[in-house]
């Protein structure tokens, strides 16, 4: 059987606690669980320079491409932490993802476990209810039809794969 090493992005450790009480009835499919400090940026002299370079719609507020840039770094930190354990069959949480099936058995490749999926007309998202048909088990995403939003859960099989 396989067992899943966790990180879990969140604000604080007792969010990290919460999290990690509602794993407890997959113990048994679960070799670690470890916390990921989330990261909060500010608008500093330097951050304004980084935003000046990002290629982003020209309605999105600075404030809120902040807040993905922490969101990145915050996994960054997560992918960083996969690599230095040196472990395997990983999964990557944030703090607002809920497991909505059990923990598979196994997955055989690197790959996205959910997220918010949006319409390709980013206008009529939360208008529009995506009609993408779930069957169990992993799912493919028709990037043709749908695009990712937001990111609240990645499965790394090898820690050399968080490098890349």
């Known amino acids: 059987m396989t067992k899943y090493n ?3 992005i969140c604000k604080n450790e007792e969010i990290f606690e919460t999290k990690k009480k509602e ?3 997959y113990n048994a499919k679960i070799c670690h669980i470890q916390w990921i400090p989330a990261e909060y940026l500010k608008l500093t002299q330097c951050n304004k320079r980084i935003l ?3 290629d982003t719609r020209y309605n999105t507020q600075k404030k809120k491409i902040l807040a993905k840039l922490g969101c990145i770094a915050a996994h960054r930190k997560a992918l960083l932490a996969i690599y230095m354990n040196k472990t ?3 999964i990557i949480l944030e703090e607002d993802a809920t497991l909505s099936d059990k923990l598979p058995a196994s997955i055989k490749e690197s790959c996205y476990l959910g997220g ?3 319409p390709p007309q980013i206008s009529l998202a939360g208008k529009v209810i995506p ?3 779930p ?3 992993l799912n493919k995403i028709d990037y043709t039809k749908f695009k990712i939003l937001m990111t609240h859960t990645l499965f790394i ?3 050399g794969e968080a490098m890349d």
């Open 6 to 8: 966790i990180y879990i």
């Open 23 to 25: 794993l407890s009835k």
């Open 52 to 54: 000046k370079d990002l």
């Open 88 to 90: 395997t069959n990983n």
């Open 116 to 118: 918010w999926i949006i």
């Open 131 to 133: 009609n993408i048909k």
């Open 135 to 137: 069957k169990k088990g």
């Open 157 to 159: 099989r090898k820690y």
